[in-house]
């Protein structure tokens, strides 16, 4: 019979800055035992309005100290703006090494395979939308199926500034629903990591007419499945303390922490 060995060496994530946060609180929720090293590119946040060059550039630099440095067993890139920029690039640069995540396949997956979805819309930042990643895979995937998507730059800024579930925050979240764009979908994916801090507030905007879908939980399942699959879950015992770490660091960073992964934590800085 096989042993079921597995593998205790960390799970790395990185995201532009601290938003990545609600990634890694789904996947700490789905696989407590794996330890986490999390990369927070604080130095070159916001990613949401950089060129994909640029991106692949950063993205290659921490994936590759989170493997040289941490020997990390897989790597999640928890940043919508980076998945639609460096993924494929990302996996083709590090094939036979680990196997990477992104934050949009697993939600086209999700999208796809649905038969209540008929007409997801998708807000995003700039260059994710920009990309055309999001649409370009959905059109692949499901020819025909209709959808919708929309640029939505401020709301990530405004967040991450502590304005949410506030008169600033409504506004700005009515002016960008009311687009034309958005008119006629019964869903909405919302594909940036700080969306999730605003999902209540897009909820009552709708009513239950139309359903959002935060890409945190689906992706925390991917990694779930993927390390089950490749026999890479951690063998439980005892693992080793999580690490949050960023490439630049003022205090602002570690308060903002405990918007995005509800407890406050530790950041340490790194030189990248
Ligand atoms: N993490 C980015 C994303 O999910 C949002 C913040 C940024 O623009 O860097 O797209």
Redesign the pocket.
Same mark, same amino acid.
């Given at each position: 019979m096989e042993s079921k060995q597995g593998d205790p060496r960390p799970v790395g994530i990185f =995201? &532009? !800055?601290i +938003? +990545?946060l609600t990634v890694a609180q789904a996947i700490h929720r789905i696989l407590p035992g794996e330890q986490l090293i999390y990369v927070g590119d604080t130095a070159h946040?916001? $990613? !949401? =309005?950089?060129s994909i060059e640029l991106i692949r550039t950063y993205s290659i630099r921490i994936a590759q100290y989170l493997i040289d440095t941490h020997d990390c067993k897989a790597l999640v890139i #928890?940043?919508? @703006? %980076? &998945? %639609?920029a460096a993924y494929e690039y990302l996996r083709d640069q590090l094939k036979g090494k680990v196997p990477v995540i992104n934050?949009i396949d697993p939600m086209v997956e999700f999208l796809v395979a649905s038969h209540q979805i008929k007409h997801p819309g998708i807000i %995003? @930042?700039k260059? @994710?939308i920009g990309s055309g990643v999001y649409q370009e895979k959905l059109k692949r995937r499901k020819p025909g199926l209709q959808f919708s998507a929309l640029a939505t *730059?401020l709301l %990530? *800024?405004m967040i991450?500034e502590g304005f949410y579930n506030n008169s600033v925050s409504h506004a700005i979240l009515h002016e960008y629903l009311e687009q034309a764009e958005l008119k006629n979908i019964d869903s909405l994916v919302l #594909?940036? @990591?700080? $969306?999730p801090l605003i999902k209540k507030e897009i909820e009552e905007y709708y009513g239950p007419g139309v359903n959002i879908i935060d890409s945190a939980m689906v992706v925390a399942e991917k990694l779930k499945y993927l390390l089950t699959k490749e026999n890479l879950l951690h063998p439980s015992g005892k693992k080793k303390n999580d690490q949050f770490l960023v490439t630049d660091y003022a205090p602002h960073f570690e308060k903002t922490t405990r918007i995005f992964y509800g407890e406050g934590i530790h950041l340490e800085k790194i030189d990248l």
């Amino acid at each position: 019979m096989e042993s079921k060995q597995g593998d205790p060496r960390p799970v790395g994530i990185f =995201d &532009s !800055g601290i +938003g +990545g946060l609600t990634v890694a609180q789904a996947i700490h929720r789905i696989l407590p035992g794996e330890q986490l090293i999390y990369v927070g590119d604080t130095a070159h946040m916001p $990613y !949401g =309005d950089k060129s994909i060059e640029l991106i692949r550039t950063y993205s290659i630099r921490i994936a590759q100290y989170l493997i040289d440095t941490h020997d990390c067993k897989a790597l999640v890139i #928890a940043c919508n @703006t %980076a &998945s %639609a920029a460096a993924y494929e690039y990302l996996r083709d640069q590090l094939k036979g090494k680990v196997p990477v995540i992104n934050v949009i396949d697993p939600m086209v997956e999700f999208l796809v395979a649905s038969h209540q979805i008929k007409h997801p819309g998708i807000i %995003a @930042t700039k260059t @994710t939308i920009g990309s055309g990643v999001y649409q370009e895979k959905l059109k692949r995937r499901k020819p025909g199926l209709q959808f919708s998507a929309l640029a939505t *730059p401020l709301l %990530a *800024p405004m967040i991450e500034e502590g304005f949410y579930n506030n008169s600033v925050s409504h506004a700005i979240l009515h002016e960008y629903l009311e687009q034309a764009e958005l008119k006629n979908i019964d869903s909405l994916v919302l #594909a940036c @990591t700080h $969306y999730p801090l605003i999902k209540k507030e897009i909820e009552e905007y709708y009513g239950p007419g139309v359903n959002i879908i935060d890409s945190a939980m689906v992706v925390a399942e991917k990694l779930k499945y993927l390390l089950t699959k490749e026999n890479l879950l951690h063998p439980s015992g005892k693992k080793k303390n999580d690490q949050f770490l960023v490439t630049d660091y003022a205090p602002h960073f570690e308060k903002t922490t405990r918007i995005f992964y509800g407890e406050g934590i530790h950041l340490e800085k790194i030189d990248l």
